[in-house]
């Protein structure tokens, strides 16, 4: 009897873990999107402080990253099991801001000038011997964790979605799991990216007597080339999944949104796969849009009201 119990027991806790490894890479897909931006916005933040402070920058930031998802995870969890409900507004609610968020980025780069200009800015500003390194630095820091509380809670909010039919116990641990494997993944990456071009430096100053010496520098070489546009191209997939996403959740949260979908991709049969992501993206698009023109009215209107007064 205690062996059979045992047994069963084994195999509660081998389901359960199976549920958690089905429900965690469910969520993990469903805020991919999420991560490339999370990824492209963190690297970047921590750019432009000195080398030898890279590391102890991102270190500091993933940090800041833990104690969010430690105040993020157990409200989320609090909300799934007392407020069932408040999932798909949030959800909602999520994707609309991913889509601002995208849009926004896209008129930053058209009305604000160009990437190249900010990071000469930078640059001058690491240069001027009358700025304060550490408070800029900390600045930075509290400006990356800022932005992390704000994708993590989008993190967190679609994991949650992804795994509200399962058990509570399965969504604890699909949720925490998340929350760590985020965390180390997108920090991890983060330290990879930002040191890239030191790894590309040492490469490409190789002596001629090491051993493949023309192979390391040639390495170098292509890895400090290739830096530059890796961050590039984070930047535009970022965004481009954040309109993915973002219309993804708004669109499916529509009502008879699958069936219109349906429909469409019938009508397109040659290029039926590609239906859902068009109608995704351009629904992205255009909600980033509205609530832009909404947010820029009232900020507008906020200006006015206060040069009045």
């Not at 007597?209 to 984070?234: E, H, T």
């Not at 965004?239 to 699958?258: E, W």
């Not at 906020?302 to 040069?307: E, F, I, L, S």
């Amino acid at each position: 009897m205690a062996g059979t119990s045992l047994l069963a027991l084994i195999d509660d806790i081998a389901t359960l873990l199976d549920d958690v490894s089905v429900m965690t890479k469910v969520a993990a897909k469903k805020t991919a999107g999420v991560l490339g931006d999370d990824l492209a916005l963190n690297a970047e933040q921590v750019s432009g402080v000195k080398a030898d402070r890279e590391l102890p920058v991102v270190w500091a930031v993933a940090k800041g990253s833990a104690v969010n998802k430690l105040i993020l995870v157990p409200a989320a969890l609090l909300i799934s099991a007392f407020l069932p409900w408040l999932i798909t507004p949030l959800l909602m609610i999520g994707g609309a801001f991913l889509c601002y968020e995208g849009c926004e980025k896209l008129a930053h780069k058209l009305f604000h000038g160009s990437d190249e200009q900010a990071h000469e800015e930078k640059l001058k500003v690491i240069a001027d011997t009358s700025v304060d390194l550490v408070a800029f630095e900390k600045d930075k820091i509290k400006g990356a964790i800022r932005t992390d509380f704000i994708l993590s809670a989008e993190i967190i909010v679609i994991s949650l979605g992804a795994v509200q039919a399962a058990s509570f116990s399965v969504q604890v641990a699909a949720i925490c799991a998340i929350a760590v494997l985020m965390t180390i993944g997108v920090y991890g990456l983060v330290a990879a990216i930002v040191k890239l071009d030191d790894a590309g430096l040492y490469l490409a100053a190789t002596r001629p007597d090491r051993p493949a010496a023309g192979m390391r520098v040639a390495v170098g070489k292509g890895i400090l080339a290739v830096a530059p546009w890796l961050m590039k191209s984070l930047s535009v997939v970022g965004t481009l999944a954040m309109f993915l996403v973002g219309g993804g959740i708004l669109v499916h949260g529509i009502p008879g949104s699958h069936d219109w979908v349906h429909h469409l991709q019938e009508m397109a049969s040659a290029v039926a796969f590609a239906v859902p992501l068009l109608v995704n993206l351009v629904g992205g698009v255009i909600a980033g849009a509205v609530v832009l023109a909404a947010v820029s009215l009232a900020s507008r209107l906020r200006g006015k009201a206060a040069a009045a007064s």
